[in-house]
Structure formats: structure tokens, C-alpha cells
């Protein structure tokens, strides 16, 4: 899978398609907020695909019609690749980066920091 295609299956699975969880995923996932808010906190405890596959389902369903998309191609280096995307909701955009590290093409860890307005 190239990096596009894991961005965006990344980004499916933000939007609700759990079942990309256990292909995407290792199994010592972790991943990493940059928020101080009770989700973000929340997520400081997520392993593997089956609790990030329940956080995911959790959040969604407190913010229903969330959607997530890719904003920029992603940059790549030998280690993982980094990506900026955009959340809307309501008529609400917001933007954030997503730095994933790769371990044999699956998602390892994930910092996922989002701003309080979106990008230009």
C-alpha cells in the first residue's frame, strides 16, 4: 500500500469504517493527542486496533455527521509520514496534522494535533 492509500484508509476509518482497524493497525498501537480536552485525554490509554476501533466508534457517536478528509499528500520518510487533513461538522472546520510512524506498513503510533481554526 502506497502512502496516499494509507492516509486515506487512515482517514476511513476516522469516519467510521472500524473494520480497517486490524489491517491498518499493529498490534501495540498507540496513538497521541495534542488537546487537553476529555477525548484527548481518553485516547492517552487506546492499544491496538480493537480499543482504537471502540475510541473511534465512541467519538463518532458524540459528534454525529463528523466528517474527515485528506487536506495535502502526504510526506514520507523511511520511518512514517506526516499529513495535514480537515474535520467538518455543522458547517465547523477545523484542521490538523497527523504524524503516523510506520512499522512493515502498518500504523504503529499516531500524534494527531488539531487547531482551533482551519488552515488556509
Do not use: C
Amino acid at each position: 500500500m502506497d502512502a496516499q492509500d494509507l492516509v486515506e484508509q487512515w482517514t476511513a476509518l476516522w469516519n467510521g469504517d472500524l473494520s480497517l482497524a486490524e489491517r491498518l493497525l499493529t498490534d501495540d498501537f498507540q496513538i497521541h493527542f495534542g488537546g487537553v480536552d476529555e477525548a484527548s485525554k481518553a485516547g492517552d490509554s487506546v492499544r491496538g486496533p480493537g480499543q482504537m476501533a471502540a475510541y473511534v466508534d465512541e467519538f463518532r457517536a458524540a459528534r454525529p455527521g463528523l466528517l474527515f478528509e485528506v487536506e495535502t499528500a502526504p510526506v514520507q520518510d523511511e520511518g512514517g509520514m506526516a499529513f495535514r487533513w480537515r474535520a467538518s461538522r455543522d458547517g465547523v472546520e477545523r484542521s490538523g496534522i497527523d504524524l503516523l510512524r510506520l512499522d512493515d506498513s502498518r500504523i504503529a503510533e499516531a500524534w494527531s494535533v488539531m487547531g482551533g481554526r482551519r488552515f488556509p
